[in-house]
């Protein structure tokens, strides 16, 4: 198979997940859409030195890592204007809400990924992983260099991380 | 995440039967676990917007085409820098070494412009001289202007 064929199947079968993958770490458009292009350019570059069934673990580390750089900018340099210009160019209504979804689940979803943004790592890549995206524990273990148990056990303790912090957050707005 | 062995064996043990659950368990905290599963699930995909294809695809061809186009580039200054060095006569560096003859005319040359320029210079000057006028310098201001006058109007100032 030609490297261009082989590149763009793999677009095509990878892509949207890993823009995702950035969009709900990053919680912004414009910083996911650097991330993928960024992650499909090295494909590009390292495609031919790919061994097949080892891309997908390949291609999710490549963006993660990047959003893990960005994240560390971020905490870096923590300010006024940043915070003004993510309220600005936060996530937009986004292609995951349909012309017909409700009010209040188009303000839960924005709740859940506010609040799976704020999770630390690697709960919250392990919740993107393996609860949005739905990938197999192999998969997550291998991208995550983590045991398959590890996977499943820090999955679950993440979620219940959130689910505290969510409760937590519907509480003080009762309050 | 990282708690006694007891704790992560039991949490296996909950994570399994979480997964496993095809309906909502009855323990309360594995069905509030449950429906947030659900939640983020149902929290769908986001499609890989065109415009990141086509700039990921441009720019990867960019750089791939970037050390053709360098190649490219140096061949062409190679070759036009080959060419000139063979076009070029060849130039062996000379040595010149003169003779006593050419150093003798040379000395000869040197010394009849310097004779000929002095002389110059003594007609010229015995010309003009009666026709100059001298400069008022206001010598007679001067407290010694009758040591110096002399020197001024003395009509060979050499010395």
Redesign the interface.
Same mark, same amino acid.
């Given at each position: 198979m030609g490297m261009k064929r082989r590149?763009e199947q793999l677009?095509d079968q990878h892509?949207?997940?890993?823009?995702?993958l950035a969009?709900?770490m990053l919680g912004r458009d414009d910083e996911a859409?650097d991330v993928?292009?960024e992650t499909?350019?090295k494909l590009?570059?390292n495609v031919e030195g790919l061994r097949a069934g080892q891309e997908l673990p390949w291609l999710i580390t490549c963006t993660r890592n990047a959003c893990l750089d960005i994240l560390r900018g971020r905490t870096r340099t923590r300010g006024l204007l940043q915070l003004v210009a993510s309220e600005n160019k936060a996530l937009g209504p986004? !292609?995951?809400?349909g012309p017909g979804d409700e009010f209040a689940s188009a303000e839960?979803?924005r709740e %859940?990924?506010a609040a799976?943004a704020d999770m630390p790592e690697p709960?919250r890549s392990l919740?993107i992983l393996r609860?949005?995206q739905?990938l197999d524990v192999a998969t997550v273990a291998a991208t995550l260099e983590l045991s398959e !148990?590890q996977v499943?056990?820090?999955?679950?303790?993440a979620?219940?991380q959130?689910?505290c912090r %969510?409760e937590e957050e519907s509480d003080a707005q009762v309050a | 995440?990282h708690k006694s062995p007891d704790s992560?064996e039991r949490?296996?043990e909950?994570?399994?039967a979480?997964?496993n659950s095809r309906v909502t368990p009855h323990d309360p905290?594995l069905a509030?676990?449950w429906a947030?599963?659900r939640?983020?699930?149902g929290?769908?995909?986001?499609?890989?917007?065109q415009?990141?294809?086509a700039?990921?695809?441009r720019?990867?061809l960019a750089?791939?085409r970037g050390p053709w186009l360098l190649g490219i580039a140096a061949a062409l200054v190679a070759a036009v820098v080959v060419t000139v060095v063979l076009q070029s006569p060849a130039r062996s560096p000379s040595v010149v070494t003169p003779t006593a003859r050419d150093l003798a005319e040379l000395q000869f040359a040197f010394d009849t412009i310097n004779r000929t320029g002095k002389r110059a210079v003594a007609l010229a000057g015995r010309e003009v001289q009666e026709s100059l006028v001298m400069p008022d310098l206001g010598l007679a201001e001067l407290p010694y202007a009758g040591y110096v006058r002399p020197y001024f109007e003395r009509p060979d100032r050499s010395g």
């Open positions: 590149f677009v892509g949207s997940r890993l823009y995702q969009r709900l859409e993928a292009q499909l350019v590009w570059r986004a !292609n995951d809400t839960r979803a %859940l990924r799976l709960a919740l609860d949005i739905e !148990n499943k056990v820090y999955t679950f303790r979620r219940r959130l689910r %969510l | 995440m992560f949490d296996l909950r994570a399994i979480l997964e905290g509030a676990d947030l599963k939640e983020l699930a929290l769908g995909a986001a499609e890989l917007p415009r990141v294809r700039r990921a695809r720019t990867a750089q791939q």
